[in-house]
């Protein structure tokens, strides 16, 4: 009964001041009133209002006095008050008694408002409210559960508002948001206030009183699962590393505060902190062994974050395998992450349908997982590991991307060497880069952890340093004094070395001056000089005699072809294939047709089948440029080198560089051409381009002994989709374009889905050459019943197709058909205005 009367006289007292507020004009009143209620918010002994009725005034009437402020914040007796009084009896209402209470009405307040100075005002309390600290109390008073129960839709509201309020911020202010309420500065804040709630939990537990951590939980949980991670974790993970290195309590603390991290939530904050933290053993203290008793928590360590997802660096693979391997209640976890991602590693299936990136990175977690085993474990898996890496191997150098199987040798490599077997250890031959080089690297086991954001404490470090460069200085000095007697002697260093860059070794044999003896030289001799000097005068010879050529053009293609590289001939296969495109150029319809015929031959290896499409490649590509009159059009690239020894031996040098620098020097009001027009040429490729082109389309489907196009051969096949494509481009506004296109787009049709990506990339790139040489209107005549088809499936490959290449390719492709097709359309649509 005495409890229920002072509720009674608390309401009372409560609506007597709503009256007062609501109908008195006189100020003195209304700064009585105000003061009233704020009597009930004051900590500390009882002076006009008791213990009790402080209580039940926070329980069931401080959020009904903010919402009777804020529904009167226009009201006349708020305006007779002066600033300062405003400030601390109104304002400070707000940033006193329960904080989740007042954050709730401020937030409800800035959503009714309209933009007016009354929104501002409810702004400028709401940052008051966030910068002295009062998030940080409404966190402490959750984890002392000395807020009232609340219900759980309460508590989601109140979650909602304290991660959302940058958001809710911006909606409602958009033109005039304010600096604090922004991400990058609210979200720290945030962090700082969930930092000082954690501190006072690890006193108040080292002081004997019982906390709960489930509301800093949620409220981690739900800001990382937001897309705030990054900013939140990036001020607490630093903390939390430092806090637990030498303290129990804070470890406890931690734990328990990943614990109570809501199940849909547990992977944004696990995916954001092993991001954040700087090592495995900082990652050990802030979770401990969730991984052992949440199931979520141990799906994103072990299999998400390495399987699944690839866009980390190499840096948070070895924070988490290295946190696997760091204690022996957790290292079965590493075994079962081992046998997976093996199994990830040499799934042929895997290495041809994912992209190439997530094969780097399951590359990565191979290697860094094989480098963590003892010994012991090793042996173990000594089994699973050897037939891994053996079909592992196989998928990856069966690949036709350079890069795949480069990634399978390496890791072959480390394996092997790991492994030992026999004291036997793979070694292939790559070219090494940063990717290779990192594999590579990974192996090599670095410093356990971390080096914290600490300052220097070393006192000794000037000292040391600046004695060492004393020291350095003066075995300088001493080096110096020691080489002066002698200085005399090296006069002779300041004479200007001598220029022997175009110096020519002599040799006894000439070269060869007709193509004739050349050709005898490459089939008989076998004198390595001689054959060396004819395989390098061949080009020159070939391009300057065009009748002899023509006699022998494809005998000496056919002796090219077979030849080997007996005698180690420096640059052999630039050198030949240099005269091949040169016999090519020069007697193209011969040439090509012997070339076209022998890709499909028997009895030919995949090196030569390729030799002739890059032969084939490069001589249309040289054909369809015009000729460039200021040299001699019969030399080769090879042969037009221009190797001047010295500038004074050239007497127009200097009128040049004179020239050249009155050019640059001269200043012009109105400047035209510098330079004619260019001449028209004749496309020497144009009449041509069907020779190169549908010979080699003749026999794909027609599988042989050693040449299987459409079966394992992905290489070639690949190869010889893209220079066909090639092939279509350098055909722009030929006559036989079109049936070209129609003829290619046909072909590579029926391989489309192939499941190699570098087949796939070729198809696409053809695609795209016959959109682009095909003229408009042959694309709707001809091709009108395929472009639907066409176009669909182009869409499909932009947006599902494993390959970023591909995708690219095919985004590339759609535009160039819609441009041309809208192009062509409102050609036809001029067209007909005209006649109308």
Not at 159 to 167: K, Q, T
Not at 614 to 641: C, D, F, T
Not at 678 to 691: S, W
């Amino acid at each position: 009964m005495e409890s229920l009367a002072l509720n009674t006289e608390v309401r009372l007292a409560v609506a007597q001041c709503f009256r007062t507020l609501t109908t008195s004009t006189d100020t003195q009143d209304i700064i009585t009133t105000l003061k009233t209620l704020h009597s009930y918010l004051e900590e500390g002994p009882e002076g006009r209002t008791t213990s009790v009725q402080r209580s039940e005034f926070r329980r069931a009437h401080f959020t009904r006095t903010l919402q009777f402020l804020v529904s009167n914040i226009q009201a006349d007796w708020l305006r007779s008050l002066t600033a300062a009084q405003r400030t601390e009896l109104w304002d400070g209402l707000f940033l006193k008694g329960p904080p989740e209470q007042a954050l709730l009405v401020l937030m409800e307040g800035i959503g009714e408002l309209r933009a007016s100075a009354n929104l501002d005002h409810l702004v400028s309390i709401t940052e008051k409210f966030l910068q002295s600290g009062r998030l940080a109390e409404l966190l402490w008073s959750y984890c002392l559960e000395t807020c009232p129960s609340d219900s759980p839709q309460l508590r989601e509201t109140l979650l909602g508002r304290i991660v959302a309020l940058p958001d809710l911020a911006a909606n409602r202010l958009h033109p005039r948001n304010k600096t604090l309420f922004l991400p990058q500065q609210y979200h720290p804040l945030l962090a700082t206030n969930m930092l000082t709630a954690l501190e006072r939990t690890c006193q108040a537990l080292k002081d004997g009183t019982d906390c709960s951590l489930t509301f800093v939980a949620q409220t981690l949980g739900k800001v990382c699962i937001q897309g705030h991670s990054g900013l939140v974790l990036a001020v607490m993970a630093p903390r939390l590393s430092a806090c637990t290195r030498s303290d129990m309590v804070w470890q406890r603390v931690c734990w328990k505060l990943l614990e109570n991290v809501p199940q849909r939530c547990m992977e944004s904050v696990l995916t954001g902190l092993v991001q954040a933290v700087s090592g495995p053993d900082a990652l050990g203290r802030i979770i401990g062994n969730l991984v052992l008793t949440n199931k979520k928590a141990q799906f994103v360590i072990t299999h998400k974050l390495l399987l699944l997802q690839y866009k980390y660096e190499t840096q948070v693979l070895r924070i988490v395998l290295g946190y696997l391997a760091a204690d022996g209640e957790r290292r079965p976890l590493l075994i079962q992450v081992l046998r997976s991602v093996s199994q990830a590693w040499a799934n042929p299936s895997a290495v041809k349908h994912t992209p190439l990136e997530q094969q780097l990175y399951v590359s990565k977690a191979l290697l860094l997982s094989v480098s963590l085993l003892r010994d012991s474990e090793l042996q173990e898996l000594r089994s699973e590991l050897l037939q891994c890496m053996l079909g592992g191997m196989q998928s990856h150098l069966d690949s036709s991307v350079v890069r795949i199987r480069r990634m399978g040798m390496v890791v072959g490599e480390c394996l092997s060497s790991r492994m030992d077997i026999n004291n036997t250890k793979l070694k292939f031959q790559y070219d090494q880069d940063e990717e290779s080089q990192e594999l590579l690297s990974l192996m090599t086991p670095i410093a356990s952890d971390e080096l914290e954001a600490e300052p220097a404490n070393r006192v000794d470090c000037p000292q040391e340093t600046g004695e060492t460069t004393q020291s350095t200085q003066n075995v300088s000095s001493q080096n110096k004094s020691n080489t002066e007697p002698d200085s005399d002697l090296d006069s002779d260093d300041e004479l200007t070395p001598y220029d022997m860059s175009g110096d020519q070794e002599i040799t006894e044999a000439p070269p060869p001056r007709y193509l004739r003896d050349c050709l005898e030289a490459l089939i008989s001799s076998e004198d390595a000089v001689r054959v060396e000097l004819s395989l390098r005068a061949a080009e020159g010879l070939v391009r300057k005699n065009v009748f002899a050529t023509r006699e022998i053009s494809v005998q000496l293609t056919k002796v090219l072809l077979h030849m080997e590289d007996k005698y180690s001939i420096n640059s052999f296969l630039s050198l030949r294939q240099a005269t091949m495109v040169a016999l090519t150029v020069t007697d193209s319809i011969p040439v090509t047709q012997y070339l076209t015929t022998e890709f499909y031959s028997l009895n030919y290896s995949l090196r030569q089948r390729l030799d002739i499409l890059e032969v084939l490649a490069l001589a249309a590509q040289e054909l369809s440029k015009p000729i460039n009159e200021k040299r001699n059009p019969s030399m080769g690239i090879s042969a037009n080198m221009d190797l001047t020894l010295y500038p004074g031996d050239n007497p127009v040098h200097w009128r040049q560089v004179v020239e050249k620098r009155i050019q640059s020097k001269t200043k012009r009001l109105s400047k035209g051409a510098t330079q004619p027009p260019a001449e028209a040429t004749p496309n020497r490729y144009a009449p041509v381009a069907g020779h190169f082109f549908f010979p080699l389309l003749s026999n794909y489907d027609k599988p042989q002994v050693t040449f299987d196009l459409l079966g394992g051969d992905h290489l070639v096949l690949g190869r010889l989709i893209h220079t066909l494509g090639l092939f279509m481009h350098l055909a722009n506004n030929a006559p036989i374009a079109a049936q070209m296109g129609c003829a290619l787009l046909d072909f590579v049709w029926a391989v489309r889905y192939h499941v190699d990506q570098m087949v796939r990339r070729g198809v696409l790139f053809a695609v795209c050459s016959v959109f682009l040489s095909m003229p408009s209107q042959n694309l709707l005549v001809d091709l009108s019943d395929q472009l639907f088809e066409t176009r669909t499936w182009l869409a499909d490959v932009a947006e599902g197709d494993p390959d970023a290449d591909c995708r690219s390719l095919a985004v590339q492709s759609l535009v160039v058909l819609d441009k041309s097709l809208k192009k062509q359309l409102q050609d036809q649509q001029a067209l007909s205005m005209e006649h109308a």
